[in-house]
């Protein structure tokens, strides 16, 4: 690209005793009590209706079952609350009824597990929307209190951190310090140990490009390594959507973050990833193999600017100095959202080896065959910049 190139910015089985189901009847059953026979009956109805209605059908019963059989008491199951204090407790990403019940008993909010997976299971449809995130309880208390702030909003404390695209991941762990409270070094260290934030092998152990940029909830209890292991994971959702190989993520996501430095508009993406295609497909004139991007040399010399220095075009040591050097970079300059990874996966048909952004504030980008075509077109740019310089950073 020309130096005029414009860069667009760029979620029971308790431990106490189970109801007692001796058969043993006393020597003289009281007429009120209901006999052995009877009793049977009712078991066998409630077998029925639990295997049918599983933890929910048993938890409606097990009063009766209580009160034919005996066996635990309330105390026993259940704190009488309200409860004391604050407790702040985590529900992560893809925890069932079962995770939760867990936590809660764990933490110290409830008694056991059956206390809120009794409650869960009475509106089974709030249940199934408790969010992740962290919350704000209390400690003892009912199993069915601490479920009703579980599905209350209020009750959740959120960081939510927009992570915008086109940042380096020196950017992205920054605006989830600000964020979280994690330091930035916390992410950096976590971004090495690959294994544990699940990056791909066909990264080459590089994160950049693949810390999805998203809007995310983390609290300062969630990990860096945590944090980080839910972008990977969103990248490679967002790849496999897109169809993209597990042999070719890595360069779509170069090609996409290519795209993610230099579109503004979402209509120009797939046309602007065809041109990069085209000109590094072509060994010979107008470009020699060279993508020629302002973007990549200036994330090689790890300087955001909009036009490199003449000494940073020159460097032949910068192994992202695509001016100099032919083919895609070693790797992506940025992390690309999902359009301009759908436009890395799915270029645009055209003919095109330049394109140029005329309008800087609309976005407005024109494409070219020739370089006589180009120059056209970067004078057009030159005239709407010395008419308005303040738009083009001058």
């Excluded at 702040?88 to 995770?99: F, K, M, N, P, Q």
């Excluded at 992410?187 to 699940?198: F, L, M, N, Q, V």
């Excluded at 032919?326 to 359009?339: C, H, Q, W």
């Amino acid at each position: 690209m020309s130096q005029n190139d414009l860069t667009g910015t760029l979620f029971g089985e308790e431990e106490h005793p189970a109801p007692t189901t001796t058969t043993r009847r006393a020597r003289h059953t009281p007429p009120h009590k209901p006999h052995g026979r009877h009793r049977w009956v009712v078991l066998l109805i409630t077998i029925a209706l639990v295997g049918g209605a599983g933890y929910a059908g048993y938890a409606a019963l097990r009063p009766v079952l209580s009160g034919v059989f005996g066996g635990t008491s309330a105390a026993d199951v259940d704190y009488p609350g309200p409860g004391t204090g604050e407790v702040s407790v985590v529900i992560e990403a893809g925890a069932t009824g079962e995770d939760i019940a867990t936590t809660l008993r764990d933490l110290g909010v409830t008694r056991t597990r059956t206390a809120y997976l009794d409650a869960a299971a009475g509106d089974p449809q709030s249940a199934a929307k408790i969010q992740p995130g962290s919350y704000v309880l209390r400690s003892q208390m009912r199993g069915q209190d601490a479920f009703e702030m579980l599905i209350n909003p209020a009750s959740r404390v959120t960081d939510r951190v927009t992570v915008r695209e086109g940042l380096w991941a020196s950017e992205t762990y920054a605006a989830l310090s600000k964020a979280t409270g994690v330091p930035v070094k916390a992410y950096e260290k976590a971004a090495k140990d690959t294994k544990a934030i699940g990056l791909p092998p066909e990264a080459g152990g590089n994160v950049e490009g693949w810390l999805f940029p998203s809007s995310y909830e983390f609290s300062d209890k969630t990990t860096a390594t945590a944090q980080l292991k839910t972008m990977v994971a969103q990248t490679v959702q967002v790849l496999d959507a897109a169809g993209v190989a597990p042999k070719d993520r890595e360069k779509v996501l170069t090609l996409a973050s290519l795209v993610e430095a230099e579109a503004k508009l979402d209509v120009d993406r797939p046309k602007i990833a065809r041109v990069f295609l085209n000109r590094i497909e072509t060994k010979g004139p107008p470009t020699y193999g060279l993508l020629q991007s302002d973007a990549a040399v200036s994330y090689g010399a790890k300087r955001r600017a909009l036009f490199p220095s003449k000494a940073e075009l020159d460097d032949p040591d910068n192994p992202y100095n695509t001016r100099i050097r032919p083919g895609l970079p070693p790797g992506p300059i940025s992390n690309p959202g999902k359009a301009s990874i759908d436009a890395a996966s799915n270029p645009a048909d055209g003919p095109w080896f330049f394109f140029v952004a005329v309008n800087p504030i609309s976005g407005e980008t024109k494409y070219a065959v020739t370089l006589e075509q180009h120059n056209a077109n970067v004078r057009e740019l030159d005239a709407y910049c010395a008419a308005k310089p303040q738009d083009c950073g001058q």
